[in-house]
Nanobody, 124 residues
Framework: QVQLVESGGGLVQAGGSLRLSCAAS????????MAWVRQAPGKEREFVAA????????YYADSVKGRFTISRDSAKNTVYLQMSNMKPEDTAVYYC?????????????????WGQGTQVTVSS
């Protein structure tokens, strides 16, 4: 089993920055991917960003491209999401997700493991 624990959420003004962290335990990833997915009130979950564990290739939703950066620290089994130039529409619960499947379509929501989420609120 894999446990994912997110941290770093909070309240930020529009134009500000936050960094989310997701620490994975219970399994060391050598393949597959980890991702960030968000869910705004009254909306469905949507893909935000993903990183392939073996190659560090990254993938982004168009809505965050150029503003958010996903990265990983293999030694710490941790993935980060650096969010900059944030907008009120970025307000959501952000979930960390992971899969050992290296062939997953990165922008899908078909990840095997999920964290409990961390709230991010951007005020205008």
């Amino acid at each position: 089993q894999v446990q994912l624990v997110e941290s770093g959420g909070g309240l930020v003004q529009a134009g500000g920055s936050l960094r989310l962290s997701c620490a994975a335990s219970g399994r060391t990833f050598s393949s597959g991917a980890m991702a960030w997915v968000r869910q705004a009130p009254g909306k469905e979950r949507e893909f935000v960003a993903a990183i392939k564990w073996s190659s560090s290739n990254t993938y982004y939703a168009d809505s965050v491209k150029g503003r958010f950066t996903i990265s990983r620290d293999s030694a710490k089994n941790t993935v980060y999401l650096q969010m900059s130039n944030m907008k009120p529409e970025d307000t959501a619960v952000y979930y960390c997700a992971a899969t050992p499947n290296p062939y997953i379509y990165m922008k899908s929501l078909r990840y095997d493991y999920w964290g409990q989420g961390t709230q991010v609120t951007v005020s205008s």
